[in-house]
């Protein structure tokens, strides 16, 4: 069983910066990808990136890309999301999430950090 809790989220002004952290308990990740989702009021909940977690191989979609990286720190267990220039669109619930290597469900999912970005 797995738990993950993330952190760091906050109110920021467009343009600021966030790091935010997911800790994954219960195992060590190995051929797992961790992924990055965020949920906007009366939206659908959309996929930001992902990491696997032994290759270190990333993906993007395309809003965040050149914005937002993704990372992870093996020793610790644990997945960052440094988000930079922030804009009002990128404010939501972000949720990360875990799915074993080359199938398609996350299947452990954390309760989310909340990011608001406004002026």
């Known amino acids: 069983q797995l738990q993950l809790v993330e952190s760091g989220g906050g109110l920021v002004l467009p343009g600021d910066s966030l790091r935010l952290s997911c800790a994954v308990s219960?195992?060590?990740?190995?051929?797992?990808?961790l992924g990055w989702f965020r949920q906007a009021p009366g939206k659908a909940r959309e996929f930001v990136a992902a990491?696997?977690?032994?290759?270190?191989?990333?993906s993007y979609a395309d809003p965040v890309k050149g914005r937002f990286t993704i990372s992870r720190d093996k020793a610790k267990n644990t997945a960052f999301l440094q988000l930079n220039n922030l804009k009002v669109e990128d404010t939501g619930l972000y949720l990360c999430?875990?799915?074993?290597?080359?199938?398609?469900?996350?299947?452990?999912w954390g309760q989310g950090t909340q990011v608001t970005v406004a002026s």
């Open positions: 219960g195992r060590p990740l190995s051929m797992d990808v």
């Open positions: 990491i696997h977690w032994t290759l270190g191989l990333t």
């Open positions: 999430a875990r799915k074993r290597e080359k199938t398609s469900e996350y299947d452990y």
